[in-house]
């Protein structure tokens, strides 16, 4: 099934740990984005890339990096685990970054970081 | 900074009922307005979304009601149903930025 896919569903970390976010799209969309999700915040966005290559910033992208090196995926790499990072991470993908037909998204990452 | 108020945070409506979702948004450099439903342990999906231009738009049961000189939009859902029951976010297109998210529970 065409899609959006993350790994891993669920994740424990210790503080420090370090650990990458996976997400791959199968329909070819160029434009890929990474939220998080914390309840009262609705999603945030962190870090999303317009093409293989190009990289940038969201709104809360502090503790986070990302690499776009081929159009289908778009790993989240959380460089060492704060507490506050504990969130569920959503992968989504568009044909453009406006999304005018809706944005696919993943089933999410549920993160606890300990 | 939270671009896009949304209200209620969460809300009950019978079955049958119309529930209705609130949102405000700040940035005047918005020109698309999406809504997203979201079931447990899913990711958000598009459900309706409307342009400025227009005041109103409906699908099926789900209507968007936009004022643009109230910086204003609204999701009406009539004839609510218990698998209606999910998680709301409207939000405004510059770079998507989402509201807080309505939990809505249709009760049968």
């Known amino acids: 099934n065409a899609g959006v896919t993350q790994t891993p569903k669920f994740q424990v970390l210790k503080t420090g740990q370090s650990m990458t976010l996976q997400c791959a799209q199968d329909?070819?969309?160029?434009?890929m984005s990474w939220y998080r999700q914390d309840p009262g915040m609705g999603l945030r966005l962190i870090h999303y890339?317009?093409?293989?290559?190009?990289?940038d910033q969201g709104e809360v992208p502090n503790g986070y990096n990302v690499s776009r090196s081929t159009t289908e995926d778009f790993p989240l790499r959380l460089l060492s685990a704060a507490p506050s990072q504990t969130s569920v991470y959503f992968c989504?993908?568009?044909?453009?970054?406006?999304?005018?037909?809706?944005?696919?998204f993943g089933s999410g990452t549920r993160l606890t970081v300990v | 900074q939270q671009q896009v108020k949304q209200s209620p945070q969460s809300l009950i409506v019978q079955k049958g009922g119309i529930s209705i979702i609130n949102c405000a948004y700040e940035?005047?450099?918005?020109?698309?307005f999406p809504w997203y439903q979201q079931f447990p342990g899913k990711g958000p999906a598009l459900l309706i979304a409307?342009?400025?231009?227009?005041s109103e738009k409906k699908e099926g049961r789900f209507t968007i009601s936009f004022n643009k000189s109230a910086k204003q939009f609204s999701l009406h859902i009539m004839d609510s149903q218990p698998g209606d029951s999910a998680t709301y976010f409207c939000a405004g297109w510059a770079r998507l930025t989402f509201g807080e998210g309505t939990q809505l529970t249709v009760n049968p």
């Open positions: 989504a993908s568009s044909y453009s970054k406006r999304g005018l037909n809706g944005y696919t």
């Open positions: 329909m070819n969309h160029e434009y």
């Open positions: 890339s317009v093409g293989a290559g190009i990289t």
């Open positions: 940035n005047t450099a918005f020109d698309y």
């Open positions: 409307i342009r400025p231009d227009v």
